[in-house]
């Protein structure tokens, strides 16, 4: 089992930078997938960036594509997501996810095995 908590959320400005950070508990994370998806009030999780076991391929939504990028630090057990040029529609609940199945980038949500929290990220006009 690993257990995950994610930090770094709050409130910034359109045109800013967040980085989130997500901290897992277990000696396996290195062995994991991990991902992290966002839902807004009234809208389903979506996909927004995965990474693979070694952190050398990478996946991103259409939507935050030059704008995000995610990394781990596996000596950390901890996974990132640098966010910039922030734009009030990335306003959500983002959540950090682990898929067992470390060697390739799931995009289904149903398909991880573990999940943070949630923190909340606010981007005003």
């Known amino acids: 089992q690993v257990q995950l908590v994610e930090s770094g959320g709050g409130l910034v400005q359109a045109g800013g930078s967040l980085r989130l950070s997500c901290a897992a508990s277990g000696r396996t994370f290195s062995r994991y997938a991990m991902g992290w998806f966002r839902q807004a009030p009234g809208k389903e999780r979506e996909f927004v960036a995965g990474i693979n076991w070694s952190g050398g391929e990478t996946n991103y939504a259409n939507s935050v594509k030059g704008r995000f990028t995610i990394s781990r630090d596996n000596a950390r057990n901890t996974v990132y997501l640098q966010m910039s040029i922030l734009k009030p529609e990335d306003t959500a609940v983002y959540y950090c996810?682990?898929?067992?199945?470390?060697?390739?980038?799931?995009?289904?949500?149903?398909?991880?095995?573990?999940w943070g929290q949630g923190t909340q990220v606010t981007v005003s006009s």
């Open positions: 996810a682990a898929n067992r199945a470390g060697y390739n980038i799931v995009l289904s949500a149903t398909s991880y095995d573990y």
